[in-house]
């Protein structure tokens, strides 16, 4: 177990071989510069309730999820709590806060036993000037979380529970931006009902009732999606 008396950096390491293969861009990159990443990247385990971002910090990593599940959220801020969205495994976040070199405007908490990577932010911006794959890999992320964020706004002004229920989900099955989940998320109804606002009792009857239209279909640990694109426009009869 980890030291948590610890700050998580003092807690990091070098990733291991299993670690590295979970990482989705290492691939793109030519030798030397995925040798210099590599020797760059840091991992350590966070416990439910750490924090790797927390509002008006400065950004310095890029951080990414090897497993586990993340909360990007605005507490502690003065306005209104909400729940930005979840980042289960695959999911690497901040490379626009890194860009624009801003603090965090936003939290990001472990909801449960997590591994979780950073990559130092000059190493971040030295891949960004000499490899036009990550650049295109950034690049798609930052497409694809406009997307995210714009339909996460819609969904706030939704308030069928069902519906907030399978909006959620269908953003946690991403492909490109959370590619370790596949077509099964682990995920207890606890933790989706911290992402939804909802209580694990109302989870529970929105989740029979996507199973019972056969989008979802409810497993020991998890969920498995069998309609993502009807899970995405699901809507009440």
Not at 116 to 129: C, H, I, K
């Amino acid at each position: 177990m980890p030291d948590t008396a610890l700050p998580l950096r003092q807690r990091a390491r070098a990733p291991t071989r299993q670690e590295l293969d979970a990482i989705p861009w290492l691939p793109l990159l030519e030798r030397e510069q995925r040798a210099l990443a590599v020797d760059a990247l840091r991992v350590a385990d966070a416990e439910p309730g750490e924090r790797l971002c927390r509002i008006g910090r400065p950004a310095s990593y890029w951080f990414g999820v090897i497993d586990g599940l993340l909360k990007m959220s605005n507490d502690d801020s003065s306005g209104l709590a909400v729940t930005f969205t979840g980042v289960p495994s695959g999911g690497w976040f901040g490379e626009g806060t890194l860009l624009k070199r801003e603090a965090y405007r936003y939290n990001i908490q472990a909801l449960r036993p997590s591994v979780v990577a950073g990559l130092p932010l000059d190493s971040f911006e030295a891949l960004l000037g000499g490899s036009i794959a990550f650049n295109r890999f950034v690049l798609d992320q930052l497409n694809e979380r406009l997307g995210q964020f714009i339909a996460a706004r819609e969904t706030d002004r939704i308030h069928d529970p069902d519906v907030r229920v399978a909006r959620n989900l269908g953003a946690l099955f991403h492909p490109q931006l959370y590619p370790g989940v596949g077509s099964l998320l682990r995920i207890t109804q606890q933790e989706l009902g911290y992402l939804v606002g909802l209580s694990r009792q109302r989870v529970n009857q929105a989740l029979r009732r996507l199973a019972a239209d056969g989008l979802i279909r409810i497993e020991y640990g998890g969920v498995r999606v069998l309609d993502l694109a009807g899970l995405r426009r699901f809507q009440p009869a």
